[in-house]
């Protein structure tokens, strides 16, 4: 896609407490709807963003071992909440608290795709965040096949919740 940079700025942007950044994807992940709070905080334009992946503001420092667990619970047709922190268009992040959603069609079995309503993230939970993506990141990169880190890292992020005694949204929501 043109224009995104790949160089990343270190700049975190932010947004109100009262906005919310809505998307919505097909069923492969491909955006279909963006309201104007993803459009301005992610540096884009409608027509850019339309039927791009979602993984496009995909930032580096995320692991990917969330994502695998984020797109494994919305596929059983679960709803998820997760902290995620995203790239904009010129490479800077912001980060949100993500409350991802199966969209049905009007039998309410059939997946028809995915809707993401995302909130500021509250900061101190940011604070226990960073730390355990930091940990899990180090362990995807310690391997040299991608797919096999993101796998290490998820059974290491599925260790810590059993030891917690929690599943990952009630772990995100005890922060």
Known sequence: MGGLSEALTGVER??????IIVSKTDMK???????????????????????QPHSVIRHPDMPRCVF?????TISQGKEIFA????RT?????????AHVTPTFEEDGKTLRGYHSSRRVPDRDALEK?????????????RHPNKKDGMNAAYQLLIGKLADAGMEYDEFILSL
């Open 129 to 141: 965040i960073k730390p355990l993506y930091a940990e899990l990141l180090r362990e995807e990169q």
């Open 89 to 97: 268009k010129h490479g800077d992040h912001y980060w949100v608290l």
């Open 29 to 51: 992940g491909r955006i279909v709807y963006t309201n104007q709070a993803f459009l301005t905080v992610a540096d884009y334009t409608e027509k850019e963003m339309l039927g």
């Open 83 to 86: 902290y995620v922190m995203n």
């Open 68 to 72: 695998k667990l984020l797109w494994d």
């Open 14 to 19: 932010t947004f109100k407490e009262d906005e």
